[in-house]
């Protein structure tokens, strides 16, 4: 298996677990705490991360549109899947905290 794509598969993997775990931290701390500042400023940072495996998804696309092969293991379709379900977290994390603030007005 080419190096590179491992690499950047488990780069991917662990930037987009970081994420997803990070929103999903932050839901679980505004059930706690009522604090929708730090949920919003937690599921921010949390995009922060994400986007760093945004990144190296681009890249990899990049670098195929430009002709170089990238060799399609399941290590890579599986970090595609980390990434997928990070940025659906984080979406659905942020209506849960917009529901959350409307049904406390």
Known sequence: MDEKIVEQSM??????GTGRSM???AVKKLLEDND???AKAAITAAGKEI???HEIQTALMAAECDGEPIE?????IHAQDHFM?????RDMGLLMVQMYEKLEK
């Open 51 to 53: 986007g760093k495996a």
């Open 11 to 16: 780069q991917l993997i662990l930037y987009a």
């Open 36 to 38: 929708v500042v730090k």
């Open 23 to 25: 929103v999903l931290e």
């Open 85 to 89: 379900n990070a940025l659906t977290v």
């Open 72 to 76: 399609k293991s399941i290590l890579l």
